[in-house]
């Protein structure tokens, strides 16, 4: 069956490491997503790809990083400058990051990221 | 600035039926969403309203008022496993998802 595989699914971090959450999908999809998801809030887009090779900020990129040189992953790097990382990490992707029709997203399982 | 808006928590017992606000506003509108998230998983897709009205699917059915910035997600039948998270998503002019924190139904026997 065709999906999107996090992993780790939990991961503790001290401070000052940097850390590297697995995104891969078997779906076909053009585009990735990297999504944040605290208690209370939104989901909220780090980074998205809408093409290999190729990606774009989102509305809290500042301290994570990414790389698209794979279709099917798109990893999501917590550096040490992201001052509050803990928080659960979401990858998702679409079939196409254009926007006609639903464009609906297929999420990954998720990622529990605390810092110690 | 963007804002959606729905209940933190709602409560309803199991047979019965619940309906889930979403209110938005938003730089433009492209479509609003819904999805569903069990704690801990991903969150999984349950419907797309474009245009003003009702779509139904099943026991789950959406409705949107774009003059009033206003859907709700109507669930019918209401089973245990329903009991959830239910994430409202707004797309808007520049095509970018803006996300509401989530209801979190629970279902009670």
């Known amino acids: 069956d065709g999906g999107i595989t996090q992993s780790p699914k939990y991961l503790f971090r001290k401070e000052g490491q940097n850390v590297t959450l697995s995104c891969e999908q078997n779906?076909?999809?053009?585009?990735m997503y990297w999504y944040r998801q605290d208690p209370g809030q939104g989901l909220r887009l780090i980074y998205y790809?809408?093409?290999?090779?190729?990606?774009q900020k989102g509305d809290i990129a500042e301290g994570y990083s990414v790389s698209r040189e794979k279709k099917e992953s798109f990893p999501l790097t917590v550096t040490s400058a992201q001052k509050n990382p803990t928080a659960f990490y979401l990858c998702?992707?679409?079939?196409?990051?254009?926007?006609?029709?639903?464009?609906?997203?297929?999420f990954g399982a998720g990622s529990r990221l605390t810092v110690l | 600035g963007q804002n959606i808006d729905q209940p933190t928590e709602m409560t309803a017992t199991e047979g019965a039926i619940v309906q889930i606000n979403c209110t938005y506003q938003?730089?433009?509108?492209?479509?609003l969403f819904w999805y569903q998230q069990h704690a801990g998983e991903a969150p999984t897709f349950l419907s797309y309203?474009?245009l003003d009205g009702l779509e139904e699917k099943g026991r789950f059915s959406s409705f949107l008022s774009r003059s009033k910035g206003y859907s709700y997600l109507l669930l019918k039948e209401l089973q245990m496993k329903d009991s959830a998270s239910y994430l409202c998503?707004?797309?808007?002019?520049?095509?970018?998802?803006?996300w509401g924190a989530g209801t979190k139904l629970i279902i009670k026997p």
């Open positions: 998702a992707s679409s079939i196409g990051g254009d926007a006609s029709g639903a464009n609906v997203l297929t």
């Open positions: 779906l076909n999809h053009d585009a």
């Open positions: 790809s809408q093409i290999v090779n190729d990606f």
């Open positions: 938003t730089s433009g509108f492209n479509g």
């Open positions: 309203n474009v």
């Open positions: 998503a707004v797309r808007d002019s520049n095509y970018q998802l803006i």
